[in-house]
């Protein structure tokens, strides 16, 4: 019998590949959403500490209103925004997670019938072997009568 050939081989392997890709971008996208994510934790660190420094002074003065107040302000601003930027990447790394999922869906179709054909190639051809035994074993014993 024939070896076993899976027709679908190359449409196989394109969806390996398309499903590897979307593997590699999803990591992409989680790094850059935990680069987010620090930054906005370095950012509310950093307002944590001014609003410390700042209550620590006794005696707060009109200049240290001047200076605290408003770069406090600005890291509440900047806070925000990064807040928004990572919810963004979020949404991305759900898309990503989506696209691999169906990627993955995709290939696993193509590998479990691959699976399935070699299988079925498998038992034709125990079956086809089995026969051609039966065969031998058939003519030797009209050769050979005792």
Do not use: W
């Not at 928004?84 to 790394?93: C, F, P, R």
């Not at 089995?130 to 003519?139: H, P, R, V, Y």
């Amino acid at each position: 019998m024939k070896k076993f050939r899976f027709n679908l081989e190359p449409v196989l392997r394109k969806r390996k590949l398309a499903y590897e890709n979307c593997a590699r971008e999803l990591a992409l996208v989680l790094n850059k959403l935990q680069l987010e994510q620090q930054k906005l934790s370095d950012i509310q660190e950093k307002k944590s500490e001014t609003i410390s420094e700042f209550e620590r002074k006794n005696n707060p003065t009109t200049k240290d209103f001047v200076i605290y107040v408003p770069y406090i302000d600005q890291l509440e601003l900047s806070e925000i925004r990064q807040l928004a930027t990572v919810k963004e990447v979020e949404v991305e790394v759900d898309s990503a997670r989506e696209v691999l999922r169906q990627a993955q869906i995709e290939h696993e179709v193509l590998v479990r019938m691959k699976e399935k054909l070699r299988g079925e190639h498998d038992y034709e051809s125990r079956v086809e072997e089995q026969k051609f035994l039966d065969e031998i074993a058939g003519s030797r014993s009209v050769k050979d009568p005792q």
